[in-house]
């Protein structure tokens, strides 16, 4: 007979991502488009192009798992209801009268409750994105992780293409080649589902997305409230570095205390000399003073 707990945590797995919480993501997303620098004036003067870049955002981890799956790139589209919805936040969001949806927004309960709910559609695209890859290549591992990965934080990913192409795009904010918060948080579920899902990992699929889900969500509430923009895993991937990669500094370091060891042995004979030779200069010049 299952137990409380697993009905809970089964009945949260079964949770339906439409309509509100497919709301809350594309909510967060469009907000954080139009809080960069110029994106209001942009949407005013170009509407279709601000539209394509919140279309990126929503829909930026679906189109990056098409990328690595060889999929269409428009298969996004043939879900016309969420494009719509998608669409319709973006118009209310850019256009409504007197900025009334982005003053409720800045409503902190209102941010908290959408930043919360966005956390629970990332681990529902992760574990759908690893399941999607399994159909593809079974047991593939690697790619399973690419791919859980991109759909769960392909959105920022994919979204320094469309800043390379308006030239505003920036190398050190990248997020292949500094990844944030999100991206990093998103890669350890991915390698976490995918392993459950191999059955390298001794616990069901609902528990793990329940403990999984509630440590993104503690962690995302934490940071808003803290008004912290990162948390750091900076212990755990120094620990890992040290594991992984550290051995050659080990070695190295080594080598050098041997070496200033064998140079400080040394030292007294090599300086004994010098210190010979100017005794001798000195009594030398002593002498030739004297006569």
């Not at 439409?18 to 942009?42: C, T, W």
């Not at 001794?202 to 934490?222: D, E, G, P, Q, W």
């Not at 040394?266 to 010049?285: L, N, R, V, W």
Request: aromatic content about 12%; overall charge positive.
């Amino acid at each position: 007979m299952d137990s409380e707990w697993d009905k809970l945590t089964l009945a949260f797995s079964r949770t339906s991502m439409f309509p509100f919480f497919d709301i809350a993501h594309y909510l967060v997303s469009v907000m954080a488009l139009k809080r960069q620098p110029g994106a209001a004036a942009e949407a005013r003067k170009n509407p279709l192009s601000s539209w394509f870049t919140a279309m990126l955002h929503c829909f930026g981890g679906g189109i990056l798992s098409c990328v690595l799956l060889s999929e269409p790139l428009l298969r996004f589209l043939a879900n016309s209801t969420n494009v719509l919805l998608a669409s319709s936040i973006w118009y209310i969001i850019f256009f409504c009268p007197y900025d009334l949806v982005s003053q409720g927004y800045s409503f902190l309960p209102v941010e908290l409750l959408a930043a919360g709910m966005k956390e629970v559609t990332r681990t529902w695209k992760i574990v759908g994105g690893v399941t999607h890859a399994d159909s593809y290549y079974k047991n593939g591992w690697i790619v399973m992780i690419a791919v859980g990965w991109a759909r769960g934080a392909g959105g920022s990913v994919i979204t320094s293409f469309e800043q390379l192409v308006k030239g505003s795009w920036k190398p050190e904010a990248d997020q292949w080649l500094k990844m944030s918060y999100p991206a990093k948080v998103t890669l350890l579920g991915s390698v976490i589902f995918t392993f459950q899902h191999t059955k390298h990992l001794a616990i069901s699929r609902h528990n793990l997305m329940f403990v999984y889900t509630m440590f993104l969500v503690a962690t995302k509430i934490t940071m808003m409230i803290t008004e912290t923009p990162t948390v750091s895993f900076a212990p755990f991937e120094d620990t890992l570095s040290r594991v992984l990669f550290g051995w050659q500094q080990q070695f190295s370091s080594c080598e050098k205390k041997s070496e200033t060891k064998s140079s400080f042995n040394g030292t007294g004979s090599s300086t004994s000399k010098p210190i010979a030779d100017a005794s001798d200069k000195i009594k030398k010049k002593h002498i030739k003073k004297t006569e």
